[in-house]
């Protein structure tokens, strides 16, 4: 029995060494600095740039949405109904037609 005892003893402490190692050198945290990329960039301007500008930089940037292909209206249209219904985008229902008006006649979208 004793033995048994002993048998165990030896290999929990074997198991637990690892972490008797890890406990010896303590975390240290430490305060780093990121530069995230920033940009003031807007839509240029044209008929309906005010509701793009207005509804369209709080979550991203302007070349988040003047660096995609060109697109149909259909496809802006579902494009800005993606940002409302997934992304929870707060655009006023009147802004839709006016925004999908702009994007689809900006020079690099069809
Ligand atoms: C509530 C936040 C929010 C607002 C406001 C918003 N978007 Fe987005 N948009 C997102 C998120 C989140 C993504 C995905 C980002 C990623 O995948 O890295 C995205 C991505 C995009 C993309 C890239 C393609 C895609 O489907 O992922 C386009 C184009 C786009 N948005 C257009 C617009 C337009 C146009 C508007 C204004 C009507 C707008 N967004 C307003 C959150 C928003």
């Not at 240029?44 to 991203?60: E, K, W």
């Not at 209206?73 to 109904?81: G, I, M, R």
């Amino acid at each position: 029995m004793l033995r048994t005892f002993i048998a165990v003893g030896v290999l929990l402490g074997a198991a637990l060494a690892p972490f008797a190692a890890c406990a010896a050198a303590p975390l240290e945290l430490k305060s780093v600095t990121v530069d995230l990329p920033d940009s003031d960039r807007t839509f240029p301007p044209g008929p309906g740039s005010d509701a793009v500008n207005n509804n369209c930089l709080a979550c991203h940037s302007a070349g988040m949405v003047l660096n995609q292909p060109a697109l149909s209206k259909a496809a802006w249209s579902a494009e800005v109904n993606k940002m409302i219904t997934a992304y929870k985008a707060p655009v006023a229902p009147e802004d839709v037609g006016t925004i999908v008006e702009y994007l689809t006649s900006l020079p690099s979208a069809k």
